[in-house]
């Protein structure tokens, strides 16, 4: 391809509103633009980008069994209904009438819809086990766009769905997609992690998630420094052996507390230790209110609490529901003499205070030599609490460290959870009816290019690994006015092209200093610069990734290049 021609529009100023490395480096080596917040436009080398991901992605799902197929993205709302996803999903999903007022929704996932076709087209268990794909576009209305591609609206998935007879048939068919995703990013050439996680909207039993490794990762990986245990923090379970203090219970003290609504605040103004005092939270679940509480010294998992109350959906209650249902300011809420209405949970740390201190449900006061289980009830104690650095893992080896992880992939035994609600069934070699048993896997085609980005960049640009690296090589005629120079430049770019390689020839009326700085900012593997020498058949290859530069006659280029994407 003509770099003369070809729509690369670099940018020399990172633009003011790009946050991060890969949404800066994307925008000023012209693969996107932006059309509307958390929706881009992918420009031809962007698009390049996408259809090598997206080569790779399909060589190893075709690898392991997947037949590719094609969804709508418009999809009836009444599936989502018969599913009883369409009124829990939330705000995320984007909903729309067409001319007759009929209710449908652009694809976040398409469970629904790939559940009805196997339904209404497999009947036997001969045709099982079976796994679909589709590589398409899907909508979230992602209420904080940012990152660039990494949270958009408008995005490319990879989503998978396999079909099984049994339990055991979904465990082979969710270890044979496990270890497709780890062939998927090793050849991208990312550092990343599988880790267990939760199955949030999707539903579903055991779930991992694939995270590349980065600073800039909305997520935060508990892994241990010991053994092979990694889980989102969002699940990681907490496994300490908590131990009761021998000391005797005091007697219950309501003591002034003048503008202290915090744990910072509160243990600084009566000189005790965070884990000496118990943190209470309001919650609304399913319209119902959940006091929850943790120890002073840890944060609440809502995760953790969702799933401990059967998947609900919980929402911390505002300050007016607070006031209402407990009569006073958050920062002073307590689990003492509340009404009968509100449900108290806690963590299992909160059973092992003594004489601690818990909010009074009242403005400026706290209660002191709090004792759970003599001064308030608890209908319920489980793990409520995030992991912390520093624990125990949970798999007693060693202990837990974070490091921050962005999301690429997911995977999820989804077991009968669709198949049921939408009557997916098949006769097996008996002739009974059975339900089908699922799986669901994806992959975030247009995030990983970002997360590649995010691993793959110095200083000057972009470093594209040569798996995905939207051409082989750079080839730069330096001064087009020279007559040896363009004259060896055009033919060296048709000798390339005819073995095969993909390049991008720079054959524009450009300083030798511009055509370099947009080499280095687009980042192929390879540059061969067509410079003074070429009345010597002489050119300069340089290695992207390592800078390394070599001069080789044009009779050895084509073996050197070989060489050189090979290693």
């Known amino acids: ?38 929706i881009y436009s992918y420009l031809p080398l962007g698009k390049k980008v996408l259809r090598k991901v997206e080569e790779v992605i399909r060589s190893e799902m075709d690898a392991a069994g997947g037949q590719e197929v094609l969804m709508p993205a418009v999809q009836p709302a009444e599936l989502w209904e018969e599913s009883g996803r369409l009124g829990n999903y939330g705000p995320e999903l984007m909903r729309l009438k067409d001319r007759h007022e009929r209710d449908f929704v652009l694809g976040a996932t398409h469970e629904e819809v790939i559940t009805t076709l196997v339904r209404d087209d497999v009947k036997s268990y001969k045709k099982l086990p079976m796994n679909l794909y589709q590589i398409q576009t899907k909508y979230r209305d992602e209420r904080r766009p940012r990152f660039g591609v990494l949270r958009s609206r408008e995005f490319i998935m ?165 006031a209402k249902i407990l009569g006073c300011e958050t920062g002073f809420v307590g689990p003492i003499n509340i009404p009968s209405s509100v449900t108290v949970i806690a963590d299992q740390a909160v059973e092992f205070v003594t004489n601690g201190v818990c909010g009074a449900n009242e403005k400026d006061k706290h209660y002191k030599n709090v004792n759970p289980n003599r001064d308030f009830a608890v209908s319920q104690y489980a793990d409520l609490r995030l992991i912390q650095e520093g624990d125990p893992s949970p798999d007693g080896k060693g202990t837990i460290q ?19 609600a939408l009557g997916a069934t098949f006769l097996d070699e008996n002739g009974k009816t059975q339900t089908m048993v699922m799986g669901c896997y994806g992959i975030g085609v247009s995030r990983s290019v970002a997360a590649i980005v995010e691993q793959h960049h110095d200083e000057n640009g972009i470093i594209w690994p040569t798996s995905v690296a939207p051409f082989d090589l750079h080839l730069v005629t330096i001064n087009v006015k020279d007559e040896d120079q363009s004259k060896l430049g055009e033919e060296l770019y048709e000798t390339l092209k005819k073995e095969r390689f993909d390049v991008l020839f720079d054959d524009r009326p450009e300083r030798a200093g511009v055509k370099f700085k947009d080499s280095d900012l687009l980042g192929l593997p390879i540059r061969v610069a067509v410079g003074k020498k070429a009345s010597d058949g002489i050119v300069e290859v340089k290695v992207r990734k390592t800078g390394e530069m070599i001069e080789v006659h044009v009779t050895e280029l084509v073996e050197t290049v070989k060489n050189l994407l090979s290693k």
Do not use: C, W
Not at 244 to 273: C, H, M, R
Not at 407 to 420: A, N, R
């Open 158 to 322: 990879k989503d998978a769905y396999s079909f099984d007879t049994s339990k055991e048939g979904l465990d082979k068919s969710y270890q044979d997609m496990y270890d497709a995703y780890q062939k998927i990013f090793t050849r991208f050439d990312l550092d990343f992690r599988a880790v267990e996680a939760d199955s949030g909207a999707i539903g579903g039993t055991d779930t991992h998630e694939f995270m590349v490794l980065s600073e800039i990762g909305e997520d935060t990986i508990a892994y241990s420094d010991q053994s092979n245990f990694a889980a989102n923090i969002e699940i990681a379970p907490v496994r300490v052996e908590y131990t009761k203090s021998d000391e005797e219970a005091l007697e219950l003290e309501l003591v002034e507390t003048p503008n202290t609504k915090t744990i910072i605040e509160l243990t600084s103004f009566l000189g005790v230790k965070a884990s000496e005092t118990i943190k209470s939270l309001l919650y609304i679940v399913n319209d119902e209110p959940v006091l929850v509480l943790v120890r002073g010294d840890h944060e609440v998992n809502e995760i953790k609490v969702s799933n401990v109350l059967g998947k609900a959906i919980v929402e911390l209650a505002t300050p007016e529901q607070t």
């Open 402 to 420: 974070f490091a921050m992880g962005i999301e690429v992939g997911h995977v999820f035994k989804l077991g009968t959870k669709y198949s049921e």
């Open 1 to 38: 391809m003509r770099q003369r021609n070809y729509l690369t529009p670099t940018l020399r100023d990172t633009p003011a509103d790009a946050e991060i490395k890969s949404h800066q480096l994307m925008l000023r080596a012209g693969l996107i633009r932006q059309t509307a917040s958390g």
